[in-house]
């Protein structure tokens, strides 16, 4: 993916640039992108490095690993800043004295982090500016904001070049320009966004490069050095002073605030903006606003517990570091202290599980992508593991020099961890780490430390506000346009697929079925719940005996006008998990424990069910099985689920319609379980099963 970015964009980017001298532009790369150029191409860092020493280009820093730098702790908000600018400097000789918001997400709190880091400046959209009643005629330089006297300066982006540049005649833009410089001062306007758009973006690289748009635009700017000159943040500074101060809203550019919102207040905001600016033209876009981007946690339940995980795992790696720092350390069993090597993978490690793109969803794929949602937990366990490590190891030097041990890395963590009212129950072992919910009683992550994978990692089926539009996407549109213009259909027959479940992706949730229930019924969630445990209040709690942690669940319900409780008991010892489900009253009919599996190596894994291997993503109902094992050698994983007696086995895959950049498409999210258990008691009901994890062979 980076590789075919690389040749498509960054690299013709930089060989243009090298055409036209006189060209001036500011770069930003993310730590990640930088270190794969300087790792994979040398030559883009060389390039780069006559860029410098010509003065043509300025360097921004920002998050090491392109983050939301407003929902991070305030420590590593100001870490991965000055990660990076670190690394320019030591790859470049330059030190940044500017820096990027990723997806220019802003709020008011944020000057006294920038101003701990170093930073002096950044650039943000023009759409912030304007909600405080600013329009274009003011927006032509940049200002002054601060909070609590911490100042900092903003450059804010044009929304029409953006939206012009790569998508408009040189001519229109020229036309744009002579507007502007009539006016008369020393107006800047700045263009800030995806370098992507130059190759990556759905025909862009033609038009681009091989239909020559942007040799065109440069030799433009270079036709017209009389009246037109590119400069720099920096340089401008030097030469102009600050229109004022402002004070900016919390914001990030237009469309955010539009994909943030629920998809009926998404259709109202586009209809009431389209009746705006038949009056009031491009300043309608200042007259109305969305959300905000935290409310993607809001909106969406899994990027809400990503979030939550990660400010859990910064706690404890801070923790790891900071004891270390405070009072030195031994390590059982090293004759040599890896201290300040764990620590760096630590702090990356976690730094990497808070890239943005996994924790939104916008026009981008974003949090649909299970592989961007994998990486997140794949980094964050790695990074929670090591910490747990160091802090299990830790021996403080006692008074007098003696050595006390401490009872190492907390195994459990209880209360509303996520803040959605539910309380919630984190168990960690050297094995796995879980997360339960009172709200269903549900198991809502059970990450393999080995792995590392969240197998749990499933997203449910909801309504978006593009889906009411299907019906005008189109195969392919043949033109070259802004990805914010068209919507492009994958495949054929996506309409087919709007499904939108009722109740959250989870597992261990337990279902009672009307007789009737069949395997389609549930696939296209149009049955009814006999009972009220699914979504219901368990309560919950959790003991260590030795190596075994063993959680216990438990509801008193109603099936059917009958009451019945559920006591559920979940043991982990190593690389096992064992389930025993008592039930207690009377009940006669169809119970059902749902379990939904998400692998990241999907197309490759399997499901094997007595002398029948299937793919993963089949659907299929199996009567009086045993056992059932699952196999993903794209993961070296294998799990198997052993019945204490025979249950049936029914299996659907759960699959999205979203939007990427590239167009509307179907998406497989991970394949629903449930062990049907046809159920006649008065009494007590017994059963159990086993889950055992090891290596694929």
């Known amino acids: 993916m980076l590789e075919d970015a690389y040749r498509k964009a960054y690299l013709p980017f930089l060989e243009l640039l090298q055409r036209h001298p006189s060209v001036k532009v500011v770069l930003h790369y993310s730590g990640h992108l930088l270190s794969w150029m300087e790792e994979n191409h040398p030559e883009a860092i060389d390039i780069l490095r006559e860029f410098v020493a010509a003065r043509r280009i300025e360097f921004l820093s920002g998050g090491f690993y392109e983050p939301i730098l407003s929902v991070l702790p305030d420590v590593d908000r100001i870490m991965q800043v000055e990660a990076l600018t670190e690394y320019i400097t030591r790859l470049f000789g330059c030190r940044p004295q500017g820096m990027w918001l990723a997806e220019r997400v802003w709020e008011p709190q944020m000057p006294r982090s920038f101003s701990a880091a170093g930073m002096e400046y950044f650039p943000i959209d023009d759409y912030h500016f304007k909600l405080t009643g600013l329009d274009d005629k003011n927006l032509t330089g940049y200002f002054i904001t601060e909070e609590n006297g911490c100042s900092i300066d903003v450059f804010p982006g044009s929304e029409r070049l953006r939206y012009y540049i790569p998508f408009r005649g040189i001519d229109e833009l020229l036309s744009y320009f002579r507007e502007v410089h009539m006016a008369g001062g020393s107006p800047l306007l700045t263009m800030a966004d995806d370098g992507e758009k130059f190759g990556v973006w759905p025909k862009t690289h033609k038009h681009c490069y091989e239909d020559g748009w942007l040799e065109r635009f440069f030799s433009a700017l270079e036709g017209n050095a009389q009246w037109i000159e590119t400069t720099t ?350 039930l207690e009253g009377g009940y006669s009919g169809i119970f059902g424990i749902e379990f939904n599996i998400s692998l990241l190596g999907s197309p490759y894994a399997s499901l094997r069910v007595e002398d029948k291997t299937l793919l993963i993503k089949d659907r299929g109902t199996h009567d009086g099985i045993a056992e059932f094992s699952v196999r993903d050698g794209h993961l070296d994983l294998e799990f198997t689920v052993s019945f204490d007696e025979e249950t049936a086995l029914w299996h659907y895959p759960v699959e999205t319609v979203s939007l990427s950049e590239e167009g509307v498409e179907r998406i497989y999210q991970g394949t629903a379980f449930l062990f049907i258990n046809r159920l006649d008691f008065h009494g007590r009901k017994r059963l159990g099963f086993n889950i055992d994890f090891r290596e694929a062979k």
């Open 233 to 582: 943040f920096s340089e401008y500074r030097s030469a102009f002073r600050p229109r004022g101060i402002v004070y900016l809203p919390t914001a990030s550019y237009r469309e955010m605030g539009e994909w943030v919102l629920p998809p009926d207040k998404g259709q109202e905001y586009e209809r009431a903006l389209n009746e705006l600016e038949k009056i009031f033209g491009e300043r309608a876009k200042g007259m109305v606003r969305g959300g905000i981007w935290r409310s993607f946690f809001s909106r969406y339940p899994e990027a809400n517990h990503l979030h939550k995980r990660m400010l859990m795992v910064s706690g404890k790696v801070h923790e790891a570091i900071g004891k270390s720092k405070v009072h030195g350390s031994t390590f059982k069993g090293k004759t040599k202290s890896p201290k300040r090597k764990t620590q760096n993978v630590m702090l990356h490690e976690l730094w990497k599980g808070q890239c943005n793109d996994a924790y939104w969803h916008g026009i981008f794929g974003g949090l649909y992508l299970p592989h961007l949602r994998s990486a997140l937990y794949r980094h964050l366990i790695t990074a929670e593991s090591l910490a747990e490590e160091v802090l299990s190891q830790w021996e403080p030097a006692a008074p007098g020099g003696s050595r006390t041990k401490e009872a190492g890395a907390a195994w459990k963590r209880e209360g509303d961890l996520d803040s959605d009212g539910f309380r919630d129950l984190f168990i960690s072992t050297p094995d796995v780490a879980a997360y339960f919910s009172e709200g269903g009683g549900s198991l809502v992550e059970l990450s393999l430390k080995s792995t590392p994978i969240n197998i749990l990692d499933t997203l449910s089926r909801r309504r978006e506000a593009y889906h009411a539009r299907l019906k005008e996407a189109v195969r392919d549109s043949g033109e070259t346009r802004t990805i914010h213009e068209q919507l492009i259909a994958k495949e054929e027959g996506l309409s087919d697929y709007l499904i939108y479940d009722t109740y959250a992706r989870a597992s261990l949730l337990d279902h009672f079925f009307h007789s009737d229930i069949r395997l389609d019924s549930l696939m296209k969630n149009t049955y009814e719940e006999a009972g009220d445990f699914l979504g219901g209040s368990y309560t919950m709690n959790a003991q260590k005996k030795g190596p075994t942690v063993q959680v216990t669940l438990s509801r008193a319900g109603m099936v059917s006008g009958h009451g019945v409780t559920i006591q559920k008991t979940v043991k982990f010892i190593h690389s096992r998990m064992r389930v025993d489900y008592l």
